[in-house]
């Protein structure tokens, strides 16, 4: 899907970003992961990427009503607040659209990009995370499979959409080529089935055993399940 077809935006959904931040190192690709505090806040105890909401000082910072700019400001506050690190709004790329299922008591819509990792160490920001980690993304996701990490589904996609990657210029010369994906989340009869569009089921979930085209993450059991086809 071309930006310019882009779904629009939820209303009620408050704008976010977030960085998905690549290096290379001997053992491959890695991206930074941070361990986000157990009993508080968004996303308690799970890996995420670096990441936040869209605040005022980044909407006003941009043309009036041009939300991705805005979310770009957030990724790169946000990735320096939380991290030390510092990317610039020009480096970022754009991968995907998260759009949560309409059942979530807080909503955030959230846009995903790539950027190289800076060389200098990581800083954490103790209010925000706990931990951090450089980690592949198949080691990342056999970590989940095995019960040690906890993960959101929109960065376990993300995590398998990396695996296979040869290097950093790899992962952002591809994502550059690609159009970005737009994710908006609706769950089946059972939560821990996610369908998304394209799904033969989406928006209809009484034929979510029909056969057809598949576009869905199955929660069910370790290790997790995503389907896609065309």
């Known amino acids: 899907m071309h930006p310019s077809e882009a779904p629009r935006p939820a209303n009620d959904a408050e704008p976010a970003a977030t960085v998905i931040l690549l290096r290379d190192s001997a053992r491959g690709i890695e991206v930074l992961l941070l361990e986000r505090p157990h009993h508080r806040g968004s996303f308690a105890g799970a890996w995420v990427f670096p990441g936040g909401r869209v605040d005022p000082e980044d909407a006003a910072a941009v043309a009036a009503g041009d939300e991705?700019?805005?979310?770009?400001?957030?990724?790169?506050?946000?990735?320096?607040?939380?991290?030390?690190?510092?990317?610039?709004v020009e480096s970022l790329?754009?991968?995907?659209?998260?759009?949560?299922?309409?059942?979530?008591?807080?909503?955030?819509?959230?846009?995903?990009?790539?950027?190289?990792?800076?060389?200098?160490?990581?800083?954490?920001?103790?209010?925000?995370?706990?931990?951090?980690?450089?980690?592949?993304?198949?080691?990342?996701?056999?970590?989940?499979?095995?019960?040690?990490?906890?993960?959101?589904?929109?960065?376990?996609?993300?995590?398998?959409?990396?695996?296979?990657?040869?290097?950093?210029?790899?992962?952002?010369?591809?994502?550059?080529?690609?159009?970005?994906?737009?994710f908006e989340s609706r769950f089946h009869a059972d939560p821990r089935v996610?369908?998304?569009?394209?799904?033969?089921?989406?928006?209809a979930p009484e034929l979510v055993d029909a056969e057809g085209p598949r576009h869905r993450l199955d929660m069910t059991v370790l290790p997790w399940r995503y389907e896609r086809t065309s």
């Open 68 to 88: 991705q700019a805005a979310a770009r400001q957030a990724a790169a506050r946000e990735t320096l607040e939380e991290t030390g690190l510092t990317v610039t």
């Open 194 to 203: 996610v369908l998304w569009e394209g799904d033969v089921s989406f928006g």
């Open 93 to 182: 790329v754009t991968v995907a659209r998260w759009t949560p299922s309409e059942t979530q008591a807080r909503r955030f819509q959230t846009w995903f990009y790539y950027a190289k990792a800076p060389g200098d160490p990581v800083m954490l920001n103790p209010d925000e995370s706990v931990d951090h980690i450089w980690i592949s993304p198949a080691d990342a996701l056999e970590r989940h499979a095995s019960g040690l990490f906890r993960l959101a589904p929109p960065t376990w996609v993300s995590l398998s959409a990396l695996v296979g990657a040869d290097s950093a210029d790899h992962a952002l010369a591809r994502a550059r080529a690609a159009a970005p994906d737009y």
